[in-house]
């Protein structure tokens, strides 16, 4: 849920191209070395290949993969998460020295990596059933223009909607199935105990609130033959935080950013009474709401249209080969066993505790409810059919000056506490992406 750092163009002509680091589109690399981080041949004639991920157990979920394959044995380096990582990764192959074969990659990092010419296209290596495992949306993500593939994806964050059912089952409120059905219960909370609120609006983090609008249909970032096209400003994203900055101005939802001392206070001792998240929302309930377990359940994200089934994703990473690579077919093979075999995705779940991207292995793989929700048996299959619904969206290259936008605009607009605040905040990340994108140089449709 981190951004990706900078991307750093290349000087010269290339730098025009829609994305900054030379052809990469196109494929283009930064050629193989022989150094310790690339795959390499060793005396029992295995290849050997290097992994950096920060997913916990990861070491658990690679041992049986290096069970199985004998001739290719993987080897995990443990890295930080998000940007860290990236910035890792962008040092190593701009010095040429010391690259991972195979990377975790968080969605919004991929179109910065592949800017800097860091990560390979694996469309000529991917099996062609690979695509099929996964939603539309999610594919999407790890892919930017015609047939490019530039990861497969690991795990995801299917929005779902929590909510304290004792709450509402005492008003007689009806589980919210659209946005004004959620305004409407946010209301009656509050007005049964004025210390009581069904949600918050969290100005630091922009990615539940890409999430949500990526839900109503909004893609802020779009190619457009060699130049990019910026709509953040556009009718979607304006829904969205008007929608919010106008629960907000009445008073009825929180603006406690998520996952200060107050925030999880507040889960436990029944102030706050829902929360717009993802899959992986439970285990952050079960550290911080431990008292009221048994008490939530879980539902599909209120619909902009009553019928609908739609929604955004918060979170999750992929497996990326990178550039430097000497066994890209090798890396893909493995990248394609973690992320959709059978034996893969178990592990994943059983050792990471993720929630997988793979949807045919999911059921199976996520037979039993987490613990904190062990009433409600359903929960991953609900959470299955939940991200199924993800919408396509697409990241830029410049993501974490977005972001970094968003926390400043719209921290103001919380203050302020008004609809139209929060569409001056809209208009403020959106233009200083596009003044960003240009002074880096690229071209704008």
């Known amino acids: 849920m981190t951004s990706a750092p900078h991307p750093v163009p290349t000087r010269g002509p290339s730098r025009r191209r829609v994305l900054s680091a030379g052809a990469a589109l196109g494929g283009a690399t930064l050629g193989a070395t022989a150094l310790a981080g690339c795959g390499s041949v060793t005396g029992s004639d295995a290849v050997e290949l290097t992994f950096w991920s920060w997913a916990p157990g990861i070491e658990d979920v690679v041992a049986v993969w290096n069970e199985q394959n004998p001739d290719v044995q993987v080897l995990v380096s443990r890295q930080d998460a998000g940007d860290a990582a990236v910035t890792k990764l962008l040092t190593a192959v701009r010095a040429g020295n010391g690259a991972p074969d195979l990377v975790q990659v968080e969605y919004q990092a991929i179109t910065s990596l592949v800017a800097a010419n860091a990560v390979a296209d694996l469309s000529a290596d991917l099996d062609p059933s690979t695509a099929g495992h996964f939603a539309e949306g999610i594919w999407s993500s790890v892919g930017l223009q015609g047939d490019s593939v530039y990861a497969v994806p690991q795990d995801t964050g299917p929005l779902q909607f929590y909510y304290r059912g004792d709450v509402f089952d005492e008003l007689g409120l009806a589980e919210p199935s659209t946005w004004d059905d959620y305004a409407d219960a946010a209301r009656a909370i509050h007005e049964a105990d004025e210390s009581m609120f069904l949600g918050t609006f969290s100005s630091t983090d922009p990615g539940q609130f890409v999430g949500l609008v990526q839900q109503a249909g909004a893609s802020w970032w779009e190619i457009a033959g060699d130049r990019w096209k910026v709509a953040i400003d556009a009718e979607p994203t304006r829904r969205v935080a008007e929608f919010w900055g106008g629960l ?49 359940r879980m539902a599909t994200i209120p619909q902009w249209e009553a019928g609908d089934a739609a929604t955004g994703n918060w979170g999750g990473s992929t497996t990326a080969v990178t550039v430097d690579a000497a066994h890209r077919a090798e890396a893909v093979r493995f990248a394609e066993w973690m992320n959709t075999s059978t034996d893969g995705v178990l592990a994943l779940v059983q050792k990471s505790g993720v929630f997988p991207a793979d949807l045919p292995g999911a059921p199976a793989a996520l037979a039993e409810p987490p613990e904190f929700f062990a009433n409600q048996s359903d929960f991953y299959e609900l959470s299955t059919d939940n991200a199924a619904g993800v919408r396509p969206f697409t990241f830029g290259p410049n993501v974490n000056v977005a972001y970094a936008i968003f926390n400043d605009a719209f921290a103001t607009a919380t203050r302020t506490g008004t609809a139209a605040a929060f569409g001056d905040a809209i208009r403020a990340v959106h233009d200083g992406t596009v003044a960003d994108l240009e002074n880096q140089g690229y071209l704008l449709a």
């Open 248 to 296: 907000v101005e009445e008073g009825v939802i929180a603006t406690e950013p998520m996952y200060t001392p107050q925030w999880n206070a507040a889960l436990n001792d029944g102030t706050q009474v829902g929360w717009v998240s993802a899959a992986w929302a439970p285990g952050v309930l079960a550290g911080n709401a431990g008292s009221t377990a048994g008490e939530w």
